[in-house]
């Protein structure tokens, strides 16, 4: 069995102040943070004693969790699991990445955000250098938003062309066709997120080979399907797995909708799935869709928030 987790514990806190972000700026209180770490371990021993499924992990947290020793802790330790296959964390660079050095290359991953008006862009870029350094896979993304237009294409020509820079469609924002191949020529795959996909009744990973984690345990199909399927620590989550179409009428975040089936994402980032590298990369000649790609007839894929989120 290959089963993608995509874990988020109750961390809300984050060290940025993003306008377009609920959760900048926001503080934890330390009881919080103690429950967040004593979860976020016994979600790790669980990890390191299931070695009969072959797991794939994307920590998901609302705040930020590298700047939180027991997440690095979970990243180095995880990675050297036989039967991980990769371990991936979405974070804002803030923190020093030294500390993987520790950690196994072939399975750490982390999917980074820049956020310009945050943190100074040579920075940033020192940090994705020391990634480079260590052999560290990673992706880097922007929020679609014209005043990043700018930064994003100073970005972009600043990193390696064998790192992807993913754009996000800013949350309600509609971006006319000019606006779209703009962002298109730094990321060929935003049109997969310029518009919501429709998902209702459509087949999906989700519940079947990705499922949600919450830090009490708790087992969704994914983080936009409130109900539980099980629970991690009772073993129920093993009978709940199995294939079911979606509930929601519109998926348009791409930690869900690169799940969706009749999309094939899996294909195009087989092999990076959780931390956002599409296999073929650099490009040759392939662009995302320029119209809603729901209506276009894709093959099935077989098993591998928008503004303000990395995701």
Known sequence: MNLAILYRGPLASCNYD?????????????????????????????VAATGDVRLSVLFTPWGEGL???????????????????????????????????DADPRAAALWATYHPGQVERDRFLGRCARLTELGVRYSVGVVGLPEHLAEARALRAALP??????????????????????????????????????????????????????????????????????????????????????????????????????????DVFAGGVLERIPAAWPPQHRAAPTAAPERRPVPIATPGRRAGRPG
């Open 18 to 46: 993003c306008p377009y972000c609920p959760f900048a700026k926001r503080r934890d209180p330390p009881e919080l943070l103690r429950t967040d770490r004593a979860a976020l371990e016994r979600f790790a021993g669980w």
């Open 67 to 101: 700047t939180r020793s027991w997440y690095r802790d979970a990243m180095v330790s995880l990675s050297h699991l036989p039967h991980v296959e990769r371990v991936v964390i979405q974070t804002n660079l803030a923190a020093r990445v030294d500390w993987l050095a």
């Open 161 to 266: 062309a064998e790192v992807y820079l993913w754009v996000n469609a800013a949350e309600g924002r509609r971006y006319d066709a000019a606006e779209e191949a703009t962002w298109t020529e730094l990321d060929p795959l935003f049109g997969y997120s310029v518009r919501p996909h429709v998902s209702l009744d459509r087949p999906c990973h989700a519940g079947e080979t990705a499922i949600s984690v919450r830090g009490d345990g708790t087992v969704r199909r994914c983080h936009f399907i409130d109900e539980p399927i099980g629970n991690l620590y009772d073993g129920s989550w093993r009978s709940a797995l199995r294939p079911r179409p979606c509930g929601n009428a519109i998926c348009d975040c791409h930690i869900g909708y690169v799940h969706l089936k009749p999309l094939g994402l899996r």
